[in-house]
Nanobody, 121 residues
């Protein structure tokens, strides 16, 4: 069973920043596409940011220009740099190993426990 561990969430004021890490065992981070998803109150889980094995990234429209996904293969960790946070960014943020089939990426069944992010003054 693969275990992904997110941390680094918390309460931050609007306009603030957070950089939660997602730690994974072994070479999972360097060998796989990875993604960050979030689920806000009463909402479905949505893709926030993703990174391929080659380092290509893509972002949800609501976070483009504010969030950055990156990986540190030496530390087996994926990060989500979140800047200019807004109250609507409030959600539980989850890390995921992304699968690929037929050239299309999809979220796998490998999830962490999530980390809560609350943006409020």
């Amino acid at each position: 069973q693969v275990q992904l561990v997110e941390s680094g969430g918390g309460l931050v004021q609007p306009g603030g920043s957070l950089r939660p890490p997602c730690a994974a065992p072994g070479s999972i981070v360097s060998l796989n596409a990875m993604g960050w998803y979030r689920q806000g109150p009463g909402k479905q889980r949505e893709l926030v940011a993703a990174i391929t094995r080659d380092g290509n990234t893509n972002y949800g429209d609501s976070v483009k220009g504010r969030f950055t996904i990156s990986r540190d293969s030496a530390k087996n960790t994926v990060y989500l740099q979140m800047n200019s946070l807004k109250p609507e960014d409030r959600a539980v943020y989850y890390c995921n190993i992304r699968g690929i089939k037929g050239g299309y990426y999809y979220k796998s069944n490998y999830w962490g426990q999530g980390t809560q992010v609350t943006v409020s003054s």
